[in-house]
């Protein structure tokens, strides 16, 4: 079946303007998860949502990023004011439950490019 | 909070030689402990998990793993490497206490399968 689908697979956009990435995880997967990856670092979390709601947003940097799961499937990660430093790979990762014991399902990263 | 360390940034092995990946964590319960790789340009994929059990766990393309809780490890191996075992490798850790879902990456060692 059909993976975790991320687009754009690449953004490039200039330093103050707005950006969303867009996450369609795999159908059914009620959990999903957003991750930061820069290079040679490893994924850094950003929020996760069950469901609709999003359950851990600890991970946001701050009141410029913000991301919705308004009907339970996708889920949209909004950047407002884009600078440089957030440039990076943002990975989208879905589960089929949140039981502890379930993998995370990846997509292949939207590279999000701010110059 | 929970945290995952990876020592090495690279490990270099010949192909047809055993390799080992290391990971150590830190939790405040009992953790659920996971491995992924990443391929170039690549969304990261579930190779295998320890949840409780046998401290050896088994996953895809022959890779596995061993748990040791006195020492906190949960080092990646494989019996004899191939070239295109050559990636990026990434432990992860999700904790167990309440219900708290995050789930944790180190930040990667990359694998050189040496022809």
């Known amino acids: 079946g059909a993976g975790v689908s991320q687009t754009p697979s690449n953004k490039v956009t200039e330093k103050g303007k707005y950006v969303e990435l867009r996450c369609d995880p795999i159908?059914?997967?009620?959990?999903l998860y957003w991750y930061r990856q820069s290079l040679g670092q490893g994924p850094e979390f950003l929020i996760y949502?069950?469901?609709?709601?999003?359950?851990?947003d600890s991970g946001l940097p701050n009141d410029r990023f913000f991301a919705v799961r308004p009907e339970g499937s996708v889920s949209t990660l909004k950047i407002q004011r884009t600078e440089r430093g957030d440039s990076a790979v943002y990975l989208c990762?879905?589960?089929?439950?949140?039981?502890?014991?379930?993998?995370?399902?990846f997509g292949n990263g939207t590279r999000l490019t701010v110059t | 909070a929970q945290s995952v360390a990876q020592p090495e940034d690279q490990v270099n092995v010949a192909e047809g030689n055993p390799l080992t990946v290391k990971c150590t964590y830190s939790?405040?319960?009992?953790?659920?402990l996971f491995w992924y790789v990443q391929y170039p340009n690549r969304g990261l994929q579930f190779l295998l998990k320890?949840?409780?059990?046998?401290?050896l766990v088994k996953g895809s393309y022959g890779f596995e793993a061993e748990f040791n809780k006195s020492q906190t490890s949960f080092h990646l191996k494989k019996p004899s490497a191939l070239v295109s075992d050559s990636a990026l490798y990434f432990c992860?850790?999700?904790?167990?206490?309440?219900?708290?879902?995050?789930?944790?990456f180190g930040t990667g060692t990359k694998l050189q399968v040496i022809p």
């Open positions: 990762a879905s589960s089929l439950r949140t039981a502890r014991d379930s993998p995370l399902h």
């Open positions: 159908s059914g997967h009620t959990a």
């Open positions: 949502f069950q469901g609709t709601g999003a359950a851990d």
């Open positions: 939790v405040s319960g009992n953790p659920y």
């Open positions: 320890y949840i409780t059990g046998d401290n």
């Open positions: 992860a850790v999700r904790e167990t206490s309440g219900g708290y879902q995050k789930v944790t």
